[in-house]
């Protein structure tokens, strides 16, 4: 009657953690991108080539911190519906920063409204 529900080992398959646990840390965070596209150089440019990224470090892209292999992969990404959220999320309100979470836990300075006007 019984024995391992044989879906387990598919599922555990279909996941690969240390790529999902080694890409965590290789991203730069919502804040630092969205700093870097507000400049107003923000946009392609030749970059200086570097052996140790993919592509030489010349197929970037901004809005995910991305380097690609070759041109049509880049492209590829850009039609992607994960690249068309992330540039949409970039586009919005500014993303919290270190400073936000500061003063939401009584950290910084107070923000007691405007100065009223005395009688």
Do not use: I, W
Not at 56 to 85: I, L
Not at 100 to 108: E, K, Q, T, V
């Amino acid at each position: 009657m019984g024995g391992k529900c044989p879906h387990r080992k598919v599922k555990k398959r279909r996941l690969s953690h240390k790529t999902a646990r080694r890409t965590k840390f290789l991203v730069k965070g919502d804040d630092a991108v969205y700093q870097e596209l507000q400049k107003p150089d923000a946009e392609y440019k030749p970059l200086p080539v570097d052996e140790d990224l993919p592509g030489m470090g010349q197929f970037y892209c901004m809005h995910c911190d991305r380097y690609f292999s070759t041109v049509s992969v880049r492209d590829e990404h850009f039609k992607t519906k994960r690249h068309k959220k992330r540039v949409k999320q970039m586009m919005g309100p500014a993303p919290h920063t270190q400073l936000d979470a500061d003063l939401a836990a009584g950290m910084g300075m107070p923000d007691n409204g405007p100065k009223l006007m005395p009688m």
